[in-house]
């Protein structure tokens, strides 16, 4: 009895940490908490970690179901994320960075963009809808879990990576990931579009 559980866990942890991909967003979230203090920095991860957690159950329990209640569908998350993103990488090149006014908050920056749509994107909406149906909620449930436990470690020590990288080193990420954002960005509003005007 217990094999089969833990091999459904192993196959629903693996799919969302691949599509949360925590170890991908290092040098995203680097460029976005650029300029922060150390303490401030930890709080931005507190509440993004907390938001992604609260957004992914609500998802698992009733991700169809809100889904269909306000008739729409995963593709229309790719589009909005997509916007997001690109509005993301626009103030990040031409502002410096994302926190660049007195009026967005390191709060704030957790919830969008580094909550969702990074951490919390359609990807892993329409994973955990997925697990959901084929393992059921306990499964689904420890796999959040297990996957935002990873994603929290590689968060935590994310001032060390950005101790070696220096002010220089930070500066050139955070322009060189504005155009990967952006290019994300694009991906996204494809693939969203995509599936309301099929190709051919």
Known sequence: MAVPFLDELLKATVALLVVVDPAGLVPVVLALTKGMKKEERRGTFRV??????????????????LLNLFGITVDSFMIAGGILLMILAMQMIFRGGFVGSSSISADEVGVVPI??????????ITTTIVSLQTYGILVTLLSIVIVMSVAWLVLRYLDRIDSLLG??????????????????????ILTGIQFYYPPG
């Open 167 to 188: 002010k220089r080193g930070t500066a050139v990420l955070s322009t060189l990931m504005a155009v990967f954002i952006a290019a994300i960005a694009v991906q996204f």
């Open 115 to 124: 909550a969702f749509p990074l951490l919390v994107g359609p990807g892993a």
């Open 48 to 65: 993004a970690m907390l938001v992604a957690i609260v957004l992914l159950v609500i998802f698992a329990v009733a991700g169809q179901e």
